[in-house]
């Protein structure tokens, strides 16, 4: 049985950094053609899609926000990590991982974890 | 970068047929999935490489994609489909991208 679990802060002052990690159970890391991806979605708008690492730790962000993220693996502790830095009040969001099947170009987010409501406020 | 357009609301009839536009330049040069969220959920893949069903995803939805277009058809659209669909596609530039979502209203 697959299964994502998000974790971190639910509340964070401005500038400061999220750390959001993303547990997987069911499948490993290391599985080629498999990956994670971190998607959020503010209150009332779209999915927005942030990161994602594959299991041969190939690496891609949104163009937008690649100066303030980071994402790691650890594939011994079954763990995705995100890291965000000198957040705002606008990345106030639902926080997501996703299992991606199939690598890029044709790949599908077929498992989701539950998501993670983060707010950002001082 | 590259963009996926929705158009923000669909209203239909029980019964009815369903057809949930997605445009983009050239789409049909990449694979388009499609997403099913209903309100206080995670998203659930409904299409993936343009036409193909996950298991359990119900026969009355189906995709296509060709020009500019993608297109998420539900066939005898229930009440239990009234959701928000986003359509999703990768990009060698721009890496994941998503549609802004249609939100389907079953009248």
């Known amino acids: 049985q697959v299964t994502l679990k998000e974790s971190g802060p639910v509340l964070v002052k401005p500038t400061e950094t999220l750390t959001l990690t993303c547990t997987v159970s069911?499948?490993?890391?290391?599985?080629?053609?498999?990956?994670v991806s971190w998607i959020r979605q503010p209150p009332g708008k779209a999915l927005e899609w942030l990161a994602h690492i594959f299991a041969n730790d190939e690496k891609s962000y949104r163009t937008s926000l690649k100066s303030r993220l980071t994402i790691s693996k650890d594939t011994s502790r079954s763990q995705v990590v995100l890291t965000m830095t000198n957040v705002d009040s606008v990345d106030t969001a639902t926080y997501y991982c996703?299992?991606?099947?199939?690598?890029?170009?044709?790949?599908?987010?077929?498992?989701w974890g539950q998501g993670i409501l983060v707010t950002v406020s001082s | 970068s590259y963009e996926l357009t929705q158009p923000p609301s669909l209203s239909v009839s029980p019964g009815q047929t369903a057809n949930i536009t997605c445009s983009g330049e050239?789409?049909?040069?990449?694979?388009a999935c499609w997403y099913q969220q209903k309100p206080g959920q995670s998203p659930v893949v409904v299409i993936y490489q343009d036409t193909k069903r996950p298991p359990g995803i119900p026969e009355r939805f189906s995709g296509s994609n060709s020009g500019n277009t993608a297109t998420l058809t539900i066939s005898g659209t229930q009440a239990m489909d009234e959701a928000d669909y986003y359509c999703q596609a990768w990009d060698r530039t721009t890496g994941v991208v998503f549609g802004g979502g249609t939100k389907l209203t079953v009248l």
């Open positions: 996703a299992r991606i099947q199939g690598g890029f170009s044709q790949g599908l987010f077929d498992y």
């Open positions: 050239k789409l049909g040069d990449k694979y």
């Open positions: 069911g499948f490993s890391l290391n599985n080629a053609r498999m990956g």
